[in-house]
């Protein structure tokens, strides 16, 4: 059990460096870096963006070089110094965590292994709160999560008035526990039955849904070619916005910038959804137009994600590019759409 003290009790303990947490600025809620005394905000929703670009920068540079030929190391790549120390992400929801093993499928493999990625992750203790009152938009019950789920956290946290619970869930949690202070023992059964109520009653808060049970078995092929993609692309601008706000999106791009003679290779978060992503060096484009790319992102998201690993859909339900999408597209009826394809609902909704 945590007691509240306003917002909650800031963690001050030497064993983590960095702390973020959900802060409001202006109307929005987003993730940021604590500063010294600095308490976190709590009482939201959820944030704009989501917290993946604490594991994941939108902008991070992996080496220098020098083109200054009196320098004894020039034009030889150095692996930029980046700190991985520990650091703990308070008030991530549930739905958010998830979303961080989803994208692990891509960057941790027994093949290939991003090692930027996987040194900031392990190095990072999610501390969730438990989602009470989810928006209109989310559909996560139905996307392999839930306002409660555990999946993904150290710890979870949940708001019993005027304490939190928490719910220790791996060893870096045990240790975030220890080293915080939070040592207040609550009643194990009375504390399970609190959990378990607010369980139910914010999954039944949850209205929309998708159905996911027949994308497997759909031939690819024929999902591709279906007759619906021109009506769903039909008023995508290619903004982007779906995909830098959700927080299953991994797309980037490696560039090489320099100022004089010096210069730096950065990763930066790019999109499936603009023009350049996918041009050739003989400048033929195979994703050429937007109809190219809105289908892309929805068979990468919904069919080719489902084949590849066979973990569900590549999506967690948290609604940001529902609530965000300046055209109103919305995933929820796209996946309908693929779901029911080739059935005689499918002929109803066309």
Known sequence: MIKKNGQMDLIDSPDHTAYSAPVKEEEFYNFKELAKD??????????????KAIIYPQSEIMFEYSLDESAEDHHI???????????????VRPCDAKAFLLVRLNFDTPEYK???WIRAYESTTLVGLACDSPCSSCFCTTAGCGPYHEEGLDILLVDADNHFLAK??????EKLIKAAGWDTAADEAEAGKKIETGKQAAEAKISAFVNTDRLPEIDTV????????????FSCINCGTCTFV??????????????GKSGVRMRNWDSCMFP???????????????LHRVRQRFMHKLKYYVDKYDVGIQCVGCGRCVRSCPVNIDIRRVCELMNNYGTEKDSCAA
């Open 276 to 290: 350049l992503f996918t041009v050739h060096g003989t400048g033929h484009n195979p994703r050429g137009t937007q």
């Open 77 to 91: 790549m150095k692996e930029v110094d980046n700190s991985y120390s520990p650091q703990a992400v308070i008030g």
């Open 114 to 116: 991003d090692p930027y």
């Open 222 to 233: 024929e999902l591709y070619k279906a007759p619906f993609w021109e009506d769903v692309s």
């Open 168 to 173: 220790v869930l791996t060893e870096k949690g």
């Open 246 to 259: 959700c927080p299953t999106c991994w797309c980037f791009d490696i560039q090489d910038e320099n100022h």
């Open 38 to 51: 600095e308490a976190p905000d709590l009482n939201y929703l959820n944030t704009r963006l989501s917290p």
